[in-house]
């Protein structure tokens, strides 16, 4: 078992605070001029490029960030997850998502049981069901193909499978295998996010996926019956079995619902919602859109990072790498916020999804011990596609607040396009961008460079750039599926490492919980007073005085 001594209090951690003093005598422009300093800050794996020279560190720094995961004991934490030991043990459950992905022959064990034989189980089923829909053996209740899917869920049961949809939309092996099909992502209980989705389709045609492990997340299952009653009006109530299964481990409520259990698709206690996007919760709906090949290349990149991230030497390890990069930046130069650029329009679903990854899991305040921490845990995650970010937010990476930034940036794109007379193609103006900003955020502008160029001297503060900014960029070969899964498990397994070093359990989410508890009293206070007209109690001024003007206007 690892120390229960905080990592702040070990020599490692007040060496790396010492060091941060030489560092903020060094400017990236000077630490750029080192060649072997860049040779040594960039690494390679499977084709993929990870350059982290820009980055606001030395040899020396990266020497004290080891010694710094040995303290932590990181390489014992990576080994005990994949060992399958309860190392969530504020839930007592292991954290195997990498046995989501893990080969059919693989054998890792979860409380003396090899998990990977159930996953398979429930990978074979899914791959009958989806290619029972998509030949159309499996029709609705008027003889009709199902051709369209609305995947009902939130959270880690939303963002991930929508941010893989995204990225395959324009895959051009994806496109084939999802010609004549849609799939649609119903999260938000407000009722325009249900009527947004179902707006077009025919409910003979549809398929809903409801995906909740309990069977009770409020706002989940509320949408769950405004589609059931949107089949079951349409198509009578005998129809619900056809068009609805689920993805959920609560078969008594599955079956209370009108699905029938054989529909029921399993996934595990030791899968973390914000990790499940390679379960069922994933798999399910996009090998429906995709079909099951497609999607099973997508788990083996994730598990070809799995296997690399568990044992490749932590200098060359890409996950290791950044774990230790964004503590460095977080918890010793102090930036509280990290943009993720990925130059590809595929992958604008990226960031959001990233943004609950990591914040979900790195925003603590204490110890897995439960012992307050006397430091900051987690950063803001934000981001959009390049170049739209640049004409979005840029200005404040470039001139205001420095913020770390990843570029992420792919050689060959999924739609080229080459315009005749054009001085580059439209992937190479993009890319242009991707190799220029990190450059711009790390060199900056002085006020000699300005003078030289005879700009007005009183332009010369606005034009003025201070460069110093870290980034580091990542280039993929390409962006298919195989892709997509290692650039899902490189971000996963980054957000572990952070966490193992601070010594916070980036596996639970009890932050979540307290909101929920208190909308159920707000919801029964509704329910009340629309019902049986009675009075507001039990809420402080301010909250009574807003539900009373809620009700008074919705009421009208």
């Known amino acids: 078992m690892a120390s229960s001594v905080l990592i702040s209090d070990t020599e490692p951690w007040k060496d790396l605070k010492a060091h941060v003093a030489d560092i903020n005598k060094t400017h990236l422009r000077d630490l750029m001029n080192d060649i072997k300093r860049s040779q040594l800050m960039t690494n390679e794996f499977d084709g993929i490029l990870l350059d982290y020279s820009r980055q606001r560190a030395t040899p020396e720094t990266l020497e004290k960030l080891f010694k710094l995961a040995e303290a932590a004991s990181l390489k014992e934490k990576i080994n005990r997850m994949f060992g399958g030991e309860h190392i969530n043990s504020t839930e007592n459950r292991s954290v195997l998502h990498v046995a989501l992905r893990a080969p059919r022959d693989a054998v890792i064990q979860s409380d003396g049981k090899n998990v990977v034989t159930d996953v398979w189980e429930v990978l074979d089923k899914i791959q009958k069901f989806s290619d029972s829909i998509r030949s159309g053996s499996w029709v609705g209740a008027t003889g009709k193909a199902l ?3 609305i995947a009902v869920g939130i959270g880690g049961s939303f963002l991930g499978p929508l941010f893989v949809h995204t990225a395959l939309q324009t895959d051009p092996e994806a496109i084939e295998t999802a010609r004549g099909r849609q799939l649609h992502f119903l999260a938000n209980v407000d009722p325009i996010d249900v009527a947004r989705n179902i707006a077009g389709l025919n409910p003979e045609t549809t398929l809903v996926v409801v995906v909740s492990k309990t069977f009770t997340t409020a706002e989940t299952m509320l949408n769950a019956r405004t589609l059931r009653e949107w089949i079951s009006s349409s198509l009578g109530p005998d129809a619900v079995a056809k068009h609805i299964v689920a993805v959920s481990t609560n078969l008594t409520l599955v079956e209370k619902f009108g699905i029938d259990p054989n529909n029921a698709f399993a996934f595990w206690d030791w899968v973390g919602g914000r990790y499940s996007v390679c379960s069922a919760v994933g798999v399910l709906p996009l090998s429906l859109q995709y079909g099951f090949s497609v999607v099973e290349k997508f788990l083996k990149g994730a598990s070809s990072i799995d296997q690399h991230f568990y044992s490749t030497p932590f200098e060359k390890n890409i996950p290791v790498l950044l774990g230790l990069l964004s503590l460095w930046n977080v918890s010793f130069l102090g930036y509280p916020a990290r943009a993720i650029l990925p130059y590809s329009q595929a992958l604008e679903k990226f960031a959001p999804h990233i943004q609950q990854v990591s914040m979900e899991s790195n925003g603590k305040g204490v110890s897995i011990e439960g012992v307050i921490l006397p430091f900051e845990t987690g950063e803001i995650d934000f981001g959009e596609p390049g170049t739209n970010g640049q004409h979005s937010f840029y200005q404040l990476i470039h001139q205001g607040r420095v913020i770390p930034c990843d570029f992420i940036g792919v050689v060959k794109s999924q739609q080229p396009v080459y315009l005749k007379g054009e001085v580059v193609s439209n992937h190479d103006e993009l890319m242009s961008n991707f190799f220029a900003q990190p450059d711009a955020l790390a060199y900056g502008k002085h006020p000699e460079q300005l003078q030289k160029e005879n700009v007005p001297k009183h332009l010369i503060p606005h034009k003025t750039f201070s460069g110093n900014r870290p980034s580091l960029s990542i280039l993929f070969p390409s962006l298919n599926a195989y892709n997509i899964g290692q650039l899902l498990a490189i971000y996963e397994h980054r957000v572990a490492v952070q966490g193992f070093l601070w010594g916070i359990n980036s596996f639970d989410q009890w932050g979540v919980e307290l909101g929920k508890s ?36 919705s009421s009208d």
């Open 147 to 149: 051709k369209d899917v």
């Open 518 to 553: 208190l909308a159920t009293q707000v919801r029964k206070q509704l329910n009340a007073s629309r019902t049986k007209g009675q009075p507001i109690e039990g809420f402080n001024y301010s909250t009574t005085t807003l539900l009373k003007k809620y009700l008074e206007a």
